[in-house]
């Protein structure tokens, strides 16, 4: 038997795969599964345009799960019913000066160097492909494989797939302790009281460090970070946009444009150390706006649909923590700050190798819970 604590993407499609594997799957959600950080994500797949110095590594792994997505959709359609959302325009990174140029030409030879699939265009190819644009684009960086799902839509095709497969769902039902003994997990206290279990996988987002019963060492580096959000409808019969399109860096932040079927457009969105606050403020969404609409004039005109804030798990090198503990039949699943979407199919399978084998998969073990120990401790 396996508890997975937390329903979000991430533990409901570790979950499933369990279930695939042929394993008994309990999963506990506090909450609304599905209704956290998964919820409100824009849904982008973008590792490619996303690469920073520093995060060769995690590029690769953020790479294969991408390349796991097209495949992870078809199956949740085809299983759910459910459309996922799975858009495959690719995705923009637009200069509006000189300075946007110089910093895309950087970045750009980064990205070449390390083999992504990334074009540098110039301001008139951008207008072809998006030509509501604002008219002083410079240039833009292109990446036809960073594409974008429905984060919402994909949540409730895996929760419909693991409950249809026999999985155990416990909504609003968290769980209040982890029971470790000698070393080992035993089982879990949860609104139902005690039962027992052969395994713990940990995937609580930025909750995970406090679940009670953890040994102290245990604990996985996690905090949330506050991100907010608008979606705005699009009314008109041509679409305004079709491809995600990232804003130029700014000093209030960053800014994207996610088109959604149907004409729901996402705008994001900010980056806010505040703890567990998750209230909408004026200040977060005046930014948002102001960087959404120097990109995309035209978005001036339609109507506010929704706005919200949710919260990434981070960790201290804002990059996954996935793997056993130190704590035998305890497995880790959180961290994944900007890229829970993205990598839910890799921790998925990671996760579910690992309950078969015993082996983690080479592309995380740079990314195990055993890199935040200090260098003498064992294990």
């Known amino acids: 038997m396996i508890a997975v604590v937390g329903g979000g993407l991430i533990g409901l499609s570790v979950a499933w795969y369990l279930r695939q594997r042929g394993f008994d799957v309990v999963v506990y959600e506090k909450n609304s599964a599905g209704r956290g950080a998964s919820w409100a994500s824009a849904g982008m797949l973008a590792p490619n345009l996303e690469a920073e110095p520093g995060e060769e590594n995690l590029v690769k792994l953020l790479l294969e799960s991408l390349k796991m997505w097209p495949a992870f959709a078809q199956s949740l359609e085809k299983q759910s019913g459910i459309d996922v959302g799975y858009r495959t325009e690719g995705t923009l990174s637009v200069a509006l000066n000189r300075d946007d140029v110089q910093r895309l030409r950087f970045q750009h030879r980064f990205m070449k160097e390390l083999g992504l699939d990334v074009e540098f265009i110039d301001g008139e190819t951008v207008l072809e492909q998006e030509p509501f644009i604002n008219r002083n684009v410079q240039a833009a960086l292109h990446s036809r494989s960073d594409h974008q799902v429905d984060a919402r839509q994909a ?27 000698d070393g080992m997990v035993v089982g879990v206290f949860s609104c139902e009281g005690f039962r027992s279990f052969e395994n713990v996988v940990l995937a609580a987002g930025p909750w995970s460090r406090h679940v009670d019963g953890l040994p102290e060492q245990e604990r996985p580096p996690v ?157």
């Open 155 to 181: 949540v409730e095709a895996v929760k419909k797939v693991f409950m249809d497969s026999g999985g155990v769902l416990k909504e609003r039902c968290g769980v209040a302790k982890v029971v470790v003994e």
């Open 223 to 379: 905090r949330p970070v506050k991100g907010q959000m608008i979606a705005v409808r699009d009314t008109g019969t041509t679409p305004l946009v079709q491809h995600v399109v990232w804003g130029p860096q700014r000093p209030w932040g960053p800014c994207y444009i996610v088109p959604k079927r149907g004409g729901r457009i996402l705008l994001g969105t900010t980056v806010e150390e505040k703890g567990f606050d998750v209230s909408v403020t004026a200040g977060g969404l005046m930014n948002i706006l102001r960087g959404c609409w120097e990109v995309l004039p035209a978005l001036s005109e339609l109507p506010v649909e929704e706005v919200w804030a949710g919260l990434r798990p981070g960790s201290p090198d804002d990059a996954p923590i996935i793997g056993p503990s130190s704590t035998k039949g305890l497995f880790i699943a959180t961290g994944h700050f900007r890229n829970g979407i993205l990598l839910a199919p890799f921790t998925a399978k990671a996760a579910a190798d690992y309950m078969e084998t015993g082996k983690l998969d080479d592309l995380a073990k740079p990314f195990s819970p055993q890199r935040f120990k200090p260098r003498d401790e064992p294990g």
